[in-house]
């Protein structure tokens, strides 16, 4: 998460975006490939996420509650 935070913060050339539940006292954040980068919807390596949280509450929310994962892609969860 830190790694993609900081290519993000100098110049993003990976197309990546970071989602955060609030700044800066956070309690989740997730990275992904922008939405409009993805080619292949059956490419789990390309549509890899990483996550980083504090607060597992938050984080199911943000899981269930929002469309920050697209289930209808394959994809990677690294955390």
Do not use: C, I
């Not at 919807?41 to 920050?68: C, I, K, M, S």
Request: charged fraction near 20%.
């Amino acid at each position: 998460v830190l790694g993609t935070v900081m290519t993000v913060a100098r110049g993003n050339p990976a197309a990546h975006e970071v989602l955060v539940d609030s700044w800066p006292h956070f309690g989740v954040v997730l990275t992904r490939l922008r939405p409009e980068e993805h080619k292949d919807p059956q490419d789990f390596y390309t549509n890899q996420l990483t996550v980083y949280y504090r607060d597992e509450g938050a984080w199911r929310e943000l899981l269930g509650g929002t469309q920050a994962v697209d289930w209808t892609r394959a994809f990677q969860m690294q955390g």
